[in-house]
């Protein structure tokens, strides 16, 4: 049976993809970061391992245990760890940022050069980045995020074309809005990290906080994480998988927009989409 590697499993699309690729017959190895997630994941039945992205021992270490596991194959890897850290660019801090990109960005890099050797043996492999709207076209108050998204849509066109003729493939999914933990996530990292009060985006902020505060599908055409799984299983399991997977409609629209529109009117039209 095929093995695949999913970071991020504790909630949302992780979780989700773990469980449905586990019952196609798949090896799952589902990684989280907290001790009690991976207990819980291995409670559902799937082989699961301890993984902080955002620290190059903890993915030694993961991987060690990972090739024990597999016996040495790796057949996919997910890359799809990451949170959104949002707040106004002038208000970002270079660590802030730094942590954004660690996990968002050089987590999976990292991960992935240190998986790319076994693929190469093998002869062949899938590499699936979980991107984001965002990583294709900008919205305000999501810097740190889009940055982060942007540099995993390059990242992974640069990946592609390098490893042509070598049997590993390279798709990139661009979900959109998906029912998760991922705003509430978010408004964790808001707090922790942007100085609201004294900001010139106060105003900005408090209607931000309204939207992330809210509970259930807060913005228009909303999917849930199984609408992410079939583009998945399409991109582990088809003999031509896609370059790039889009998941909602916002993703389909605003990919066929950012090449049709001039640039000021794409602006008004996602400044009023990032207040949704």
Not at 41 to 48: H, N, P, V
Not at 80 to 86: H, L, T
Not at 115 to 136: D, E, H, K, V
Request: proline share 4%; hydrophobic share 40%.
């Amino acid at each position: 049976m095929p093995s695949v590697i999913i970071t991020g499993c504790s909630s949302g699309i992780g979780l989700c993809l773990a469980q449905g690729l586990f019952a196609r017959g798949w090896v799952v190895i589902a990684t989280a970061r907290q001790q009690e997630d991976v207990e819980q994941l291995t409670a559902l039945g799937l082989y699961s391992v301890k993984l902080d992205v955002s620290q190059e021992t903890s993915i030694k270490t993961a991987l060690d245990n990972i090739l024990h596991i597999t016996d040495g194959r790796i057949d996919a890897l997910v890359n799809n760890a990451g949170y959104g850290q949002p707040g106004a660019i002038e208000d970002l801090s270079r660590k802030c940022l730094q942590q954004q990109f660690e996990t968002n960005f050089f987590g999976p890099f990292s991960l992935t050069n240190h998986i790319l050797p076994y693929m190469r043996q093998q002869g062949q492999g899938r590499i699936i980045n979980i991107s984001s709207i965002l990583g294709l076209v900008a919205m305000p108050y999501r810097g740190a995020y889009n940055a982060s998204k942007f540099a995993i849509e390059a990242w992974s066109d640069t990946l592609r074309m390098e490893l042509a003729g070598t049997g590993i493939e390279v798709s990139l999914i661009e979900p959109g809005p998906i029912l998760s933990n991922f705003r509430s996530n978010s408004l964790l990292a808001f707090e922790a990290n942007i100085n609201a009060t004294h900001s010139f985006h106060r105003n900005k902020y408090q209607i931000m906080l309204e939207r992330l505060k809210k509970k259930g599908a807060s913005q228009p055409f909303t999917l849930s994480p199984n609408s992410v799984l079939k583009k998945t299983i399409h991109a582990l399991e088809a003999s031509t998988p896609k370059t790039r997977y889009y998941v909602t409609f916002p993703t389909y629209i605003f990919s066929f927009l950012r090449h049709i529109l001039p640039t000021s009117i794409l602006d008004k039209c996602l400044r009023l989409a990032g207040q949704s």
